[in-house]
């Protein structure tokens, strides 16, 4: 295997990796970049920030990701050359130091059997607490001081599950609760966003044709909604999975809010290790989900697992109905960070992936004329909301967001689709 088959083996897990190189003084600097790849030259074109001291010379290129408590993780480290490049920045790679697939446990065994083989020692943990009241400084100094909370305390916009928390309800209410794409066909313009996104939620609802008696599993749930109005809708049972804490809070409200919560739950649950026996499950429904999952291919296999034999699977998803001309390229990349895109194929690659985890493809739908109309509704529901947002946000921050969803439109060759696929008996 060559180099660049090796590396393009792995690069469809990641959105965007950390360059790694020398200043003029010789001290090493990182930067989060966008490597495009230009296989007629042998290199990544990156992006360094205007500003940043960077020199041509060694450099390094670290992909890496994982879920929010470190379940499972995957990396690439490539070593190389930062080189000039027609006036821009681009790395010449030369080898594969290192790769990374699993969860942590297997990793933390196997470096145990490398340092038993060495007869070196566990090193000391490093001091990371004594890193916290240096990493809030620097978020009150980027933020300009607006945040609240001084010295050790913890404030809103200064990390943690309760800022995630007050910063998601606050997107949520700008948003009218509603954080998916809406289903506009036939709607008026003036529509209210829920209304297309209840609409959204429906269609799913009516594919999967879930009834009383089964039991459904919502990947991705989000704060609830769409788990509950399914349950409403077909008496299922549901179970709803999601790797931030805070929603699942959210969402069991919700559930007992709605006197539901004998029938709908929500708990932590990562897609590539799902807490479930296998056979568990009657439908498996992800809404606008697997796009953000570096390994969807493992994802499919874990949903085809859980899922009782001719069980069936509904979702809707991001997916490439056409070639990114290069001068829309850069929209892309602005997406894929802002929006959370880790994995985007065309409608013959998805289908591949769903009979390789062992779900027969049974249908799609390509709805992206009736779904792009909320991209201009979100921008304008943001820049509405900005006095409430900017605070837990950051203007900057909220600014580029608002920027990306608008220059999304430009973007018609990512499209979204309706999937449905089914478990053979």
């Known amino acids: 295997m060559n180099l660049w088959d090796e590396i393009d083996g792995h690069l469809h897990l990641f959105a965007r990796p950390v360059l790694s190189f020398r200043d003029p003084d010789g001290f090493p600097f990182s930067v989060r970049t966008y490597a495009r790849q230009d296989r007629a030259r042998d290199l990544f074109h990156v992006q360094i920030p205007e500003g940043v001291p960077a020199v041509a010379g060694p450099a390094w290129l670290l992909w890496h990701t994982h879920d929010d408590n470190f379940d499972?993780?995957?990396?690439?480290?490539?070593?190389?050359?930062?080189?000039?490049?027609?006036?821009?920045?681009?790395f010449r790679p030369a080898r594969v130091i290192s790769r990374m697939h699993g969860d942590v446990a297997q990793v933390e065994r196997a470096a145990a059997r490398y340092l038993a083989d060495r007869g070196l020692s566990v090193p000391d943990t490093f001091p990371w607490p004594g890193l916290e009241p240096i990493a809030r400084k620097v978020r009150r100094d980027l933020a300009g001081g607006e945040r609240t909370g001084d010295g050790d305390e913890g404030g809103v916009g200064e990390g943690g599950d309760e800022d995630w928390a007050g910063s998601y309800t606050e997107v949520s209410r700008a948003l009218e609760s509603t954080l998916h794409h809406g289903y506009w066909k036939d709607l008026p313009p003036n529509a209210p966003i829920t209304e297309a996104a209840d609409r959204m939620t429906d269609l799913l609802i009516g594919r999967i044709d879930a009834r009383p008696g089964e039991r459904v599993l919502d990947l991705g749930c989000g704060i609830g909604a769409p788990g509950i109005r399914l349950a409403k809708a077909s008496g299922a049972a549901v179970v709803g999975v999601s790797i931030t804490e805070s929603e699942i809070e959210l969402a069991n409200a919700a559930?007992?809010?709605?006197?539901?919560?004998?029938?709908?739950?929500?708990?932590?649950?990562?897609?590539?290790?799902?807490?479930?026996?296998?056979?568990?499950?009657?439908?498996?429904?992800?809404?606008?989900?697997?796009?953000?999952?570096?390994?969807?291919?493992?994802?499919?296999?874990?949903?085809?697992?859980?899922?009782?034999?001719?069980?069936?699977?509904?979702?809707?998803?991001?997916?490439?109905?056409?070639?990114?001309?290069?001068?829309?390229?850069?929209?892309?990349?602005?997406?894929?960070?802002?929006?959370?895109?880790?994995?985007?194929?065309?409608?013959?690659?998805?289908?591949?992936?769903?009979?390789?985890?062992?779900?027969?493809?049974a249908g799609t739908e390509d709805i992206s004329p009736h779904v792009w109309p909320t991209r201009a509704r979100y921008a304008r529901l943001l820049r509405a909301s900005r006095d409430a947002l900017a605070p837990v946000m950051g203007e900057k921050e909220l600014d580029e967001v608002i920027a990306v969803t608008e220059q999304a439109d430009d973007l018609q060759e990512m499209g979204f689709l309706l999937i449905s696929g089914r478990k053979p008996r």
Not at 257 to 277: C, H, I, K, Q, T
Not at 295 to 313: M, Q, W, Y
Not at 332 to 340: E, G, K, Q, S, V
Request: charged fraction near 25%.
């Open 255 to 361: 559930a007992a809010a709605e006197g539901l919560a004998d029938r709908v739950s929500f708990r932590y649950g990562n897609v590539m290790a799902l807490p479930f026996p296998d056979d568990s499950f009657d439908a498996v429904c992800s809404m606008e989900f697997l796009y953000q999952i570096p390994d969807r291919p493992l994802a499919l296999r874990e949903i085809s697992r859980v899922l009782k034999p001719g069980g069936r699977f509904e979702g809707s998803d991001f997916y490439l109905r056409a070639p990114v001309p290069h001068e829309k390229e850069p929209i892309l990349a602005d997406l894929r960070r802002i929006a959370m895109v880790e994995t985007l194929t065309d409608l013959d690659a998805y289908l591949a992936e769903l009979r390789a985890a062992g779900i027969e493809p």
């Open 72 to 90: 499972v993780q995957h990396a690439l480290a490539v070593s190389g050359d930062l080189v000039d490049e027609d006036g821009g920045w681009a």
